[in-house]
């Protein structure tokens, strides 16, 4: 049931406008119904939304919620793994303790007293005053209790976190003080540790309530699922839970921030019937919960739950776009009678079927020095592939940077990618390569040096000499280039044995354009290797680089 924090991905996660917690929190509180939609939110939502926007802007909101809503939002929010967050715990009960009597009450006392005992064992040390004086010189500040039975020493308190303490102790002791009195005796014996572990129990059976997962069960989320094995006849759908007594709607779960314009999005504007939508709401809401259990985000870490549910928002777009061929009325079926699950599943095996295609190569050393390495992979292809061969495959957009997979045309340029990968090797088999390998040589560079030896005659790294010849034969580009793509495709010609074709071309033309990027600033009369890039040189001493 423990979270660790996500891997960052550098995704970009679009927009916040999409899903503005802010603007939903204050329609929420301004609602003529505040009180009962508030109580219709899932725990889960009503985190996410307190979260975004701050405890110290969300208190109209707490104020609201139910009892059983703020115990699940403090199981998710006031602990790291397994162990309690002080500070932040700290600033929820003070938060709690200030708010009008009847929400104070109703409350505070649905808290495991577990939850409140452990605060004041951990941050006190509590002197039962008919038995101990504290210290003459204490380690923090002393603070009496109103009935006159304990004194509690405030442990590595600041001034801000010494006056919460003070305050929610006396809000105990006006409210119920035999409760408080009684609480504070039991301290008097209990360990923080024993605690603890009480409080974790009770927290870890609510969470899989509410859905939660262990992490290992939870990564059955990316395991393979044949595409062509999911029909609409398999109805496997989700089925509504008849027990539940939320039904969150689809405009309220900020989690997957669904857009409209997303195939996701317009297969869901596709569903009319409230049913079916509040049906999905739940799904949705579940498999939310197992992305964040699988990607091991602490319910604390907005940033990574939003890096980790826009990529399952993206994964079952683009599920939902290959199965149903574009159609998002047909994507609507597919919603209705398939597992979100395994729609999430296909939307990340169409992303595995392209790393399979690159393993070979990759096992094989053709792209990188080492089998996971693509270093001699030019740029931008290089990072391309990268994203492809990741643990989970992702799409390097040329204006965005890498992101999920969203949609079949994502899909179709990787496929080019691959391609243009494999075409790289074969234009530059491995028997040609010098040994050693240079560092930071790429396929391009020896494709260059081998076309410039071509042009110019000789075998191995280029020299001062051997590379002014080739220039002087080639410059300007501008009137010989067409001599030199000529001349490049019959070397790529005798490399694979037949003629260019559409991907050969394209990677001949790609490290041309590489060419001409390291050529034109050159003067033939005047080279220095130290400042030449793009081929396999033979710099001063004879050391080829």
Not at 432 to 445: A, N, Q, Y
Not at 457 to 479: I, K, M, N, S, Y
Request: aromatic share 6%; no cysteine; net charge negative.
């Amino acid at each position: 049931m423990t979270h660790g924090v996500i891997r960052r991905t550098g995704f970009r996660t679009g927009p916040r406008e999409q899903a503005p917690a802010a603007r939903v929190v204050d329609a929420l509180v301004s609602a003529p119904d505040s009180r009962g939609q508030v109580r219709q939110l899932p725990s889960i939502v009503l985190h996410r939304l307190v979260a975004e926007i701050g405890l110290g802007d969300a208190v109209d909101l707490v104020a609201l919620a139910s009892p059983d809503q703020i115990r699940g939002v403090l199981d998710l929010q006031v602990w790291q793994g397994d162990r309690l967050d002080s500070d932040e715990l700290l600033d929820w009960l003070y938060t709690l303790a200030a708010l009008p009597e009847d929400a104070r009450r109703r409350n505070l006392n649905a808290l495991d007293v577990e939850l409140v005992g452990w605060l004041f064992a951990a941050r006190t040390r509590i002197y039962l005053l008919a038995e101990q004086e504290p210290p003459d010189e204490p380690e923090g500040p002393i603070y009496r209790t109103p009935d006159g039975w304990f004194a509690l020493e405030i442990l590595e308190a600041d001034e801000a976190s010494f006056e919460r303490l003070v305050q929610l102790l006396e809000t105990m002791y006006g409210d119920d003080a035999d409760a408080a009195r009684r609480l504070l005796q039991t301290l008097t014996w209990e360990l923080p540790s024993e605690l603890e572990e009480m409080a974790l129990r009770w927290r870890n059976g609510r969470l899989e309530d509410l859905g939660f997962v262990d992490p290992l069960t939870a990564l059955s989320l990316y395991t393979y699922l044949d595409p062509g094995s999911v029909t609409l006849d398999e109805r496997t759908f989700d089925r509504a839970d008849p027990s539940s007594t939320t039904a969150p709607s689809l405009e309220l779960v900020p989690l997957l921030q669904v857009e409209g314009s997303t195939f996701l999005g317009r297969a869901l504007a596709a569903l009319t019937d409230p049913a079916e939508r509040a049906r999905l709401g739940h799904a949705l809401l579940t498999l939310s919960n197992w992305a964040l259990a699988a990607d091991r985000v602490a319910p604390t870490d907005v940033e990574g739950a939003r890096t980790s549910l826009v990529a399952l928002h993206h994964r079952l777009s683009l599920a939902l776009e290959v199965l149903a061929h574009g159609e998002p009325a047909r994507g609507a079926e597919f919603l209705g009678r398939v597992a979100v699950l395994r729609l999430a599943r296909v939307g990340h095996s169409l992303t595995l079927a392209l790393r399979e295609r690159l393993r070979p190569l990759a096992r094989q050393g053709l792209l990188g020095r080492t089998p996971r390495a693509v270093d001699l992979l030019d740029e931008p292809l290089g990072s391309r592939i990268a994203g492809l061969l990741a643990l989970r495959p992702y799409f390097v957009d040329a204006r965005e940077g890498p992101r999920p997979f969203l949609t079949r045309a994502d899909l179709a340029e990787a496929a080019g990618w691959v391609e243009e990968a494999a075409m790289a090797t074969a234009l530059v088999p491995k028997g040609t390569w010098p040994s050693p390998l240079p560092d930071e040589l790429t396929l391009g560079d020896l494709f260059r040096t081998a076309l410039a030896r071509q042009v110019a005659g000789g075998e191995g790294p280029l020299a001062q000499p051997e590379l002014a010849r080739f220039l002087a034969q080639v410059l300007p580009l501008e009137t010989r280039g067409a001599e030199l793509r000529t001349a490049a495709l019959r070397l790529a010609e005798a490399r694979l044995g037949v003629a260019p074709g559409p991907v050969a071309t394209r990677v001949v033309e790609g490290w041309l354009d590489g060419l001409a990027a390291a050529v034109q600033a050159l003067r033939v009369d005047d080279l220095d290797l130290r400042f030449v890039s793009g081929f396999h040189l033979r710099r001063a001493g004879g050391a080829p680089n």
